[in-house]
């Protein structure tokens, strides 16, 4: 079964940075995209930024221009690179992760910014 392993949430400062990592075990093949999706207390779950097979993005409205989404195919691993960040980002962010069999979702890293 498929794994999902996330790292590098934390306690951040409005304006500041972070980045998100998530490595996808080896038996995980044929993925379709890798992305990331958030969750803040009382809300639904969100989606953040999306990188697909062919290296195509897709980010929300509300992260544009400050999120950038990688991938490094040979590691198994997307990444996240927040930048400008707000209180409002302040949340739980899953990895999430779709190849031909199936979605695999990781356990969650809060992201924590501060005033």
């Known amino acids: 079964q498929g794994q999902l392993v996330e790292s590098g949430g934390g306690l951040v400062q409005d304006g500041g940075s972070l980045r998100l990592s998530c490595a996808a075990s080896?038996?995980?093949?044929?993925?379709?995209?890798m992305g990331w999706y958030r969750q803040a207390p009382g809300a639904q779950r969100e989606l953040v930024a999306l990188?697909?097979?062919?290296?195509?993005?897709k980010y929300a409205d509300s992260v544009k221009g400050r999120f950038t989404i990688s991938k490094d195919e040979a590691k198994y691993t997307v990444y996240l690179q927040m930048n400008s960040l707000k209180l409002e980002d302040t949340a739980v962010y899953y990895c999430?992760?779709?190849?031909?069999?199936?979605?695999?979702w990781g356990q969650g890293t809060q992201v924590t910014v501060s005033s």
């Open positions: 990188i697909f097979i062919g290296g195509s993005t």
């Open positions: 080896e038996n995980i093949v044929s993925i379709q995209y």
């Open positions: 999430n992760v779709e190849d031909l069999f199936g979605a695999y």
